[in-house]
């Protein structure tokens, strides 16, 4: 198992930044590829971006230039720098791993993100 904990969200106005972070720990070694998505009430869940672990990388067109994901492998911590943020970001941002050796998926509990015009 997979336990992944994000942090982060928060209120910010429209043009501001915030940093979600994702902590990973338990059975990470066969993690593959994570990433974030985000979904809003009565709509399906979104992509946002996927780093893989040998470090490439996967923006919806949405975010593209102005988020940036990263990783610390020495933390197992994954993170989503957003800048230039706009109304349309706000949703509830889910954390997201996957293991390609056993086609497993697991998700964080969600951080709100709220950007104010």
């Known amino acids: 198992q997979v336990q992944l904990v994000e942090s982060g969200g928060g209120l910010v106005q429209a043009g501001g930044s915030l940093r979600l972070s994702c902590a990973a720990s338990g059975r990470i070694f066969t993690i593959n590829r994570m990433g974030w998505y985000r979904q809003a009430p009565g709509k399906q869940r979104e992509l946002v971006a996927t780093i893989t672990r040998s470090g490439s990388t996967n923006y919806a067109d949405s975010v593209r230039g102005r988020f940036t994901i990263s990783r610390d492998s020495a933390k197992n911590t994954m993170y989503l720098q957003m800048n230039s943020l706009k109304p349309e970001d706000t949703d509830v941002y889910y954390c997201?791993?996957?293991?390609?050796?056993?086609?497993?998926?697991?998700w964080g509990q969600g951080t709100q993100v709220t950007v104010s015009s």
């Open positions: 997201n791993a996957f293991d390609t050796t056993w086609a497993k998926e697991y």
